[in-house]
């Protein structure tokens, strides 16, 4: 997801660029760059890899000028290079983009044809050859961007610059997100609000097909249909220090340990502690009514979906559909008319979960949302709003984010149960109970991270890494087997631990360490069974599980995680603590970039 920063000042904005850069590292990127407008020229500076080398190229060739653009690049057409990095630029126009343009070869094919000159492998570069010739025919640059922006297929954010208009920038959006920032005789463009947080608070999210051209007084926004058009002025409430580690090495660190804060400003949103009842916000359509559920999501958040099924299924009875959100559209599925469909996204903004929420738009579903960005596509177009509570996340790798999610999604299967009669007065205390310890057990598994830390060195060496898990704990060893391959990469795959006959056990040797997520209780016998398959096999064996647990199946592992006892339902935000600490540890000694892991982006905002 590349980050997109754009001033109009009254003081220089190099320095202001590159910062607004650096607020968007957690996207992740591989190359980032500056344009700003100097004495009637557009001054370029670029650089591959890392924003220090960007730093670096400033230090000796400095960009000057009150109004520019910057961008960090995460590769899609073109590698990641100095000569594919943004912004692209010719004599007249420069310009940032975050997305992709379907039609690009088409669009290329047409520009070559005409003389025009290419630098670089990406889609981009069409897109201000475009505008660019425009302007050379006498367009103004609203009326270059009017013609342009049509002939656009697929999704983009934009930022443009002129060089013959120094005084002034044109965005643009479609699929992608672009905020508009409004300053003391200064207004700001940028991807999102965390961006533009030292500058102001005062900020109008653009609609889907929104233009806009900011200069020092304002700005002045079109829609699709170049009408012009007002956006409401709301206050950001994006702060500086969400983007600072404070004492923790890492983001994802500082993240994991907010878990137990997170989780319980989240549940003050979805529980009444006195009244020991759950609370959602007001629902319009009667939930009553439904009778299935379709969860779509990406990553982590569909690992929390799945999570979710077993709470849908077993408090509410009501069947639940569960997919990826990038297979979705493209297997037809049946979606009975009036069905809820339920879309879980940290940043609201990920492109394939995005279409398939319009899919089902179109379809007659009605359309929730788990989302942690309340102002995101995701949550203006839906019929129920469930925000997460989880505050800015910049690791690329989720954590708190998850825990969050799961949070939610408890409450509103336990809130769909009582509205549907399958759970009582007293069944509802136990369940708003139980999520009202989780704050305290989340701590309690915190406090376990120096063991962990000790035994990291023991899974650090491994080539391939196998979690098993029961229930609603199978889900739990998917998304620790992801965490390790994200920021350790090491292989590693999760899988429900009766299917380990069933193909897997043949990679059990004593170089490859399973990771058992075990709470005792109704499934932990069946576990153990498959445990001993595992050690009977030569295989090396780190039991995650309760003292109880531990007590019973501990003996002959490799390493074994003590986690508090904790009821089952909020065993899966309990256990996602002791894998996201494994993984994070294990990274740490394998020395690997824990919250920007290589080839991962915080959002993808492209199919």
Known sequence: MCGIIGIVGSEPVADRLVDGLKRMEYRGYDSAGICTIDDGKLVRRRAEGKLSNLVNELKGNPAEGVVGIAHTRWATHGAPTEANAHPHATAEVALVHNGIIENFKQLRDELLADGRKFESETDTEVVVHLISRRIEQGMSPEEAMQTVLPRLRGAFALAVTFRSHPDMLIGARLGSPLVVGYGEGETYLGSDALALAPLTQRISYLEE??????????????????????????????????????????????????????????????????????????????????????????????????????????????????????????????????????????????????????????????????????????????????????????????????????????????????????????????????????????????????????????????????????????????????????????????????????????????????????????????????????????????????????????????????MPKVHPLIAPLVYAVPVQLLAYHVACVKGTDVDQPRNLAKSVTVE
């Open 209 to 562: 097909g929104d233009w806009v051209v900011i200069t020092r007084d304002g700005a002045a926004i079109y829609d699709k249909d170049n009408n012009r058009v007002d956006r409401p002025v709301v206050h950001s409430g994006a702060t500086a220090a969400a983007t600072e580690k404070g004492n923790y090495h890492h983001f994802m660190q500082k993240e994991i340990f907010e878990q137990p804060t997170v989780v319980a400003q989240t549940l003050r949103s979805y529980v009444r502690q006195l009244e020991r009842q759950v609370a959602l916000p007001q629902i319009d359509f009667d939930i009553t009514a439904i009778d299935r559920i379709t969860i779509v999501a990406c990553g982590t958040s569909y690992y929390a979906g799945m999570v979710a099924k077993y709470w849908f299924e077993k408090f509410a009875r009501v069947p639940v559909d569960i997919d990826v959100a990038s297979e979705f559209r493209y297997r037809d599925p049946v979606l009975p008319y009036g069905g809820l469909s339920l879309f879980i996204s940290q940043s609201g903004e990920t492109a394939d979960t995005l279409a398939a929420l319009r899919h089902c738009r179109e379809a007659g579903q009605t359309i929730a949302v788990v989302v942690n960005v309340p102002t995101s596509s995701m949550a203006r177009e839906a019929d129920l709003l469930l925000p997460t509570h989880a505050g800015p996340e910049i690791g690329v790798a989720s954590t708190k984010a998850f825990t969050c999610q799961l949070a939610v999604l408890a409450a509103l299967a336990a809130h769909m149960a009582v509205k549907k009669g399958m759970m009582d007065a007293a069944e509802e205390r136990q369940v708003v109970d139980h999520l009202l310890e989780a704050p305290a057990c989340l701590n309690a598994a915190l406090d376990h991270d120096e063991d962990i830390k000790a035994m990291a060195h023991l899974i650090a060496p491994a080539r391939d890494v196998l979690y098993l898990g029961r229930g609603p704990d199978f889900p739990l060893a998917l998304e620790g087997a992801l965490k390790l391959k994200e920021i350790s990469y090491i292989h590693a795959e999760g899988y429900a631990s009766g299917e380990m006959k069933h193909g897997p056990i043949a990679l059990i040797d004593d170089k490859v360490p399973v990771i058992v997520l075990a709470p005792s209780g109704p499934l932990f016998e069946k576990t153990v069974s498959n445990m001993q398959e595992v050690r009977a096999r030569g295989g090396k064996i780190v039991l995650i599980s309760d003292a109880e647990g531990i007590e019973e199946a501990g003996e002959g592992c490799m390493a074994t995680i003590e």
